[in-house]
């Protein structure tokens, strides 16, 4: 009956009212999706990545394959009105989407925390919802400043992203995030966002905190010279964090702020 109607209404006001909108979404970026549920849009989504899981609503819709390789052909058979892929320099993705006739949004990679007020711009402006963006970006703002830490003692970090080494750069917003909860990456000057760091080096720079949102802290303190580090002689290897939380640049990322910020308060 439910489709019944709706093919009638489409008969007879074949135009939106207003207010209304018929645009279909398929994001293929966790924190895309975070983000349009945030500005109140997530009825909009058709589709999403495999790994989307935040809100605990995005589970429920469809899944059309991940970022670096998604299923050209079960985002084409959603009838989406916009994608948003990020601006990957490895993937084609857009282009062929393009090819058939969909319109594609690649939006910046974000560097620093302060780079989510733009993604929220972009997302916002392409929904027509820019005053709902406004709103979010200045209610993150307020967001940000409150879970910051304000104080003098800050702590040098050597953020570990993945196994094999995988660190974060002076270009990752994990790094940013790392800053405003009061660490100072040790690998800050590094202009890439994540890059492959030697041990050695680690244990040379010597950090007073390891922040390994994912990793196993037995594992890292088990390393060779691992004991040389204040980091480990303090206890200060923070693993088992959420690591979603951590890996992404979404509107809950003032809650990876303050989680940082208090795990680090316990060796200023």
Same mark, same amino acid.
Request: aromatic residues 8%.
């Given at each position: ?19 209304? #909108?018929? *645009? ?6 966790? +924190?895309?999706? *975070? ?12 589709? $999403? ?25 079960? =985002?084409?058979? %959603?009838?989406? &009105? ?9 993937? @084609?993705?857009? !282009?062929?989407?393009? /090819? ?8 910046? !990679? !974000? ?8 993604? $929220? ?5 392409? %929904?027509?919802?820019?005053? *709902? ?9 307020? &967001? ?11 702590? #040098?970090?050597?953020?570990? $992203? ?12 994990? +790094? +940013?995030? @790392?800053?405003? /909860?009061?660490?100072?990456? =040790? ?13 050695? #080096? ?23 010279? /691992? ?9 200060? $290897?923070?693993?088992? %964090? ?17 989680? %940082?910020?208090?795990?680090?308060? !316990?060796?200023?």
């Amino acid at each position: 009956m439910r489709i019944i109607c709706a093919f009638l209404i489409g008969i007879v006001s074949p135009l939106p009212a207003a207010g209304e #909108t018929t *645009e279909r979404v398929v994001s293929l970026l966790p +924190s895309y999706t *975070e983000t349009i549920f945030a500005l109140g849009a997530g009825e909009r989504l058709v589709g $999403v990545s495999n790994f989307c899981n935040r809100p605990a609503a995005a589970a429920a819709l469809p899944r059309v394959g991940d970022y670096f390789a998604p299923d050209i052909e079960r =985002i084409y058979a %959603l009838r989406p &009105d916009i994608v948003f892929e990020g601006d990957w320099k490895n993937s @084609a993705a857009s !282009e062929r989407l393009s /090819a058939l006739g969909l319109k594609v949004v690649r939006l910046p !990679e !974000e560097r620093r925390a302060s780079d989510l007020y733009r993604t $929220v711009r972009m997302i916002a402006y392409e %929904l027509d919802l820019a005053k *709902e963006g406004a709103k979010l970006n200045a209610r993150l703002k307020k &967001d940000f400043s409150g879970a910051a830490y304000k104080g003098k003692r800050r702590l #040098t970090a050597y953020i570990e $992203v993945d196994a094999g080494g995988w660190s974060a750069g002076g270009a990752s917003f994990l +790094s +940013s995030l @790392a800053e405003l /909860a009061g660490a100072d990456n =040790i690998f800050a000057g590094e202009k890439a966002g994540y890059f492959q760091a030697s041990w050695e #080096t680690v244990v040379e720079a010597d950090p007073a905190v390891i922040v390994c949102p994912g990793g196993d802290a037995a594992e890292i303190k088990a390393r060779p010279m /691992a004991g040389r580090l204040r980091a480990v002689r303090s206890g200060a $290897v923070l693993c088992g %964090l959420d690591r979603d939380l951590f890996a992404r640049l979404t509107p809950s990322s003032p809650s990876a702020v303050k989680a %940082l910020r208090e795990a680090l308060d !316990e060796f200023r």
